[in-house]
Each structure stands twice: as C-alpha cells, then as structure tokens.
C-alpha cells in the first residue's frame, strides 16, 4: 500500500545514497590496491623485463650456427628480420691483431657499445650512453669453424633518452614509459636495486620526490566517477525542483554553484580522481591556460559549460519578455552588459577552437586519414559541445540586447561591431587581432541571423530544418578555423624542421 509513495521518494534519495556509497566504496579499494608512484612495483616490473631480455639473449648467442651466419653476413632475409626484431642491440666483434676492432653485425643503429676488449673477462655492466642508460653484458663465443674469438656485446635499454626540438631531454623507461612519471634512477644506494638473472645488484630505483601526476586503481577511478556522476544527477533534480517551486534564477544559481564548486576541488584536489594518470589528461598533448590544462579538462568544462546553459535554456523557455526588477535604467545596463559578455565571449570560443588546432598536438587535418587518433574524436566532441553551449546562450544574451533596442533593432548590429573594434583596438599589441577581426565580423551576421524570429530555424520547438541549419553555420563557421589554424600549425612545424637542419648543419 506505501509502494507508490515509496516510489515517488526513491529516485533521489537513492541517487545520493549510491553517490555516497560508491564514494565510501572507493575509499576501500585504494587502501587495498593502494597503487600510489611505486617504487616496489616497478621494482619488480624491470627485473622481470631485465631477466626476460637476458633470457632471450642467452637463447640467441647459444645458437652457434645463427652466429657463424651473422659474423660471415650470409643470413637469410627472415633470420635477419629476426635477430633486428629483438629489443636489445646486438653487436659481434672478431678478435685481430690490431687494436682497432670493427664491429661485424649489428642488429640495429640507436648507439654503439664501447670498444671490444678482449683482455675483459666475460662479465656485465650499467653504463650511461649518450641515447640512455644500457645494462650491458660481453660474452666471448666460440664459433665452429672459425679460429679466431667473437665478442658479443648485448645491450638491453633500461632507459631511453632523446633531445626534443625545445632541447629539453625527455626520457622514458623502457620496461614502461609511464613508469618515468613515479620513479627514476638513483645515484645512491636505495631499498629498490635491481639484479639482473645472475642475482648481482646492477642500479638503483627511487620513487619520485615529488610525482608530476597523482595516481590511483582504475577500480577506484570508475566508482568515485560513477559516485560524482550520481551526486550531480542528484544535484540537477534539486535544481529542477527549485525551479518548480520557487524562481527559475534560484535554480539556475543553485545548479551553476554546485558544478563550479565541483570543478574547483577538482583542481585543488587532484588526487580524488587522479585523472592526471591518464593520456587524455596529458598537457603535452594540449594546454591553453591554467583552467584547460588538458585536452581532458578541456572536455570536462565544454560538458559542465554545456549542462548549465542547456538547464537555464530549458527552465527559462522562449524569452517573451524580460524579468520584472529589470526596468527603466536597470534594462539598459543589462542589455550593455550582455553586449560586452556576448562580444568577450564570442573572442574567447574562437580562441579556444583556434588553441585547440594550432597549440596542439592533436590532428584535424582529415585529408590525412591516418594522422587522426582519438584525441580527434575527443576534440570535435569538445567543438559541438562548444558550439551547442554558445547558441543558447547568446540566445539568451540576444533577449536582454533586444529588449533595450525594441523599436530600433538595427542598432544592434552597429553597436556590437562599434564596441568590439573599440576593444580591438585597445589590444593593438596583441597578436590575435587580425583573427579577431573576421570573428567580429561573423559575430555581426551571426546576430543578424538568429534575430529574424519570424524564420521556422528560431522557433523555439526544434524542427529538421532548424537543426539542419545551425549545424550548416557552425560547422562552416568551425571549418574555417580549423583551416586557418591547420595552416598556422603547419608553418610552425615547417620552422621547426628548418631550424633544427640549421643546427644540424651549422
């Protein structure tokens, strides 16, 4: 008899009693992976990788018959292909007279062992190159039908190292290129050495000091994200009631406050979601400023952007006629205001498509099929989100500026190219300008078109023809630049290369 009644108060309660549960559920799971920058985890994965290099190596030198081949060059195409398919280099030395020994294979050009000494004994060694740090092992083999000694150098990668065209080094463990970003090699003697198969010590790993990303179990990733996912859907109900029962602009408040606080313990706590672990998150592929530090923050803001304009939209309804407080001057200043939001806010979308293209490592050149990843689906996701989020809100920006100019409406299109020159020109000195200009320009036309309510693509319902429309405008309007950025990008890479043959052969 109270199952309807029970019914009617279960959606919510329970979506904040799963957010909770999910949350105190998380917290068990990183106290049992507790998979924090760890040293005894990679510990264990580069002896393995090391021991698993040693083995394959021991397997290769013992096959006599493949070294004889090797040291006269009359291998066959696929044993060749097999001995370069190894991860360790792979170099044989005959014993001459002279002091100079020429190396007689090797299986791949990355860096040269040092010079064959055959008054050594058999042994194993970590040594630093200029391309990275080797653990390298030299076995003297005895070949049949050969009189003279061949040295064998195997170097199994430990860590790689190279110059980037910023001329900073970057490095990356060979076992795990991620592992770089929670350990790195010690001078000094630490709890975590690594022995190669023989149990000798060879090196020393230490855990970051300071690690550059906060790391957790995938488990406890997905439930704190599921358990947010509960506690803002929960949150979207609070609003909508509120905005039943009290004002629309208590709701819109109320649900934009909760997503922006969300969003700054986000950033103040990275740690809670540990997102930064992942690729996606990653600001060498992408980052603008402090606020979109990565193509995945990026995402993140578009979607929570998106929401709180969407809900406004849905609340509010077609504007008919502006709130009651604002009248007289009140209408004025509000409709001048939402000249300059509408404006900045236009500049700042254009900039962020443009970074997105230009200031990326993300691909959007699709005549080159093959250069998309899927950083380029996430990237146009971010794009229609982007776009979806500005025509509702200069929707609702458009409202107040036409209320002011009611019997006037040309006006309008004056008065916002006025003002945006005029803050044009007051930025003389930057160097977007001469983008901002034909964005200034668009924002006219685009003002123009969405004004005429008399057309079927503004009614409020949603047709075909509507939506067809608009996605017409913006995908042109995106199109455009994209190009232009594709182009600044490849003028950019083009000086890159030259500088760097400038270096090469200077």
């Not at 799963?18 to 985890?41: D, K, N, W």
Request: include cysteine.
């Amino acid at each position: 008899m109270k199952f309807p009644l029970l019914h009617s108060h279960f959606p919510k309660r329970s979506l904040l009693l799963f957010a909770g549960g999910l949350f105190a559920l998380s917290v068990i799971t990183s106290y049992y992976f507790r998979i924090q920058p760890s040293a005894e985890y990679h510990q264990r994965l580069l002896q393995q990788y090391i021991r698993d290099q040693e083995e394959d190596s021991e397997e290769l030198l013992a096959d006599s018959m493949l070294m004889r081949k090797l040291v006269l060059q009359s291998q066959s195409v696929e044993e060749l292909e097999y001995v370069i398919s190894k991860r360790y280099g792979l170099f044989l030395y005959a014993e001459t007279l002279s002091e100079t020994h020429e190396p007689l294979f090797w299986n791949n050009q990355k860096i040269l062992p040092p010079p064959a000494d055959f008054a050594l004994r058999d042994t194993q060694y970590f040594q630093s190159f200029p391309n990275g740090y080797y653990l390298v092992s030299k076995k003297t083999l005895q070949l049949p039908g050969m009189s003279n000694n061949v040295i064998a150098h195997v170097m199994i990668p430990v860590q790689h190292k190279d110059i980037v065209s910023t001329g900073i080094p970057r490095r990356e463990f060979a076992h795990d290129p991620e592992a770089i970003n929670k350990v790195e090699l010690s001078d000094t003697p630490t709890p975590y050495g690594i022995k190669s198969a023989s149990g000798q010590t060879h090196f020393y790993i230490r855990r970051l000091a300071e690690s550059s990303a906060a790391t957790a179990d995938i488990l406890t990733v997905i439930l704190r994200l599921i358990g947010l996912l509960f506690l803002l859907v929960y949150v979207h109900m609070a609003a909508d009631n509120i905005t039943r029962r009290s004002r629309v602009l208590y709701g819109v408040l109320f649900l934009a406050g909760i997503l922006v606080l969300v969003r700054a313990l986000m950033y103040a706590f990275p740690q809670l979601f540990a997102l930064r672990q992942f690729e996606l998150f990653d600001s060498r592929i992408y980052a603008s400023n402090n606020v979109n530090r990565s193509l995945g923050d990026l995402l993140i803001n578009s979607i929570l952007t998106c929401w709180i304009v969407l809900f406004t939209w849905y609340s509010v309804g077609p504007l008919r006629r502006i709130p009651r407080f604002l009248r007289g001057k009140k209408k004025m200043i509000a409709g001048v205001a939402a000249v300059f939001i509408l404006i900045f806010l236009t500049f700042q979308l254009a900039n962020v498509v443009r970074s997105l293209v230009a200031d990326s490592k993300i691909s959007f050149n699709v005549t080159e099929f093959f250069t998309l990843n899927i950083y380029t689906i996430v990237g146009f996701i971010v794009l229609a989100l982007i776009s979806l989020a500005f025509y509702y809100f200069t929707r609702l920006l458009l409202h107040f500026i036409f209320a002011v100019f009611r019997n006037n409406p040309v006006y309008v299109y004056f008065i916002i190219g006025v003002i945006g020159l005029i803050f044009l020109t007051l930025r003389m000195g930057d160097q977007q300008v001469l983008f901002h200009i034909p964005v200034l320009l668009w924002l006219v036309l685009y003002t123009l078109l969405i004004s005429q309510e008399q057309f079927i693509i503004n009614s409020f319902r949603a047709t075909v023809a509507g939506i067809l429309f608009w996605i017409f405008v913006f995908s042109i309007s995106l199109a455009v630049v994209i190009l232009h950025a594709n182009r600044e990008n490849e003028i950019r890479v083009r000086k890159l290369i030259a500088e760097k043959y400038d270096e090469l052969t200077d």
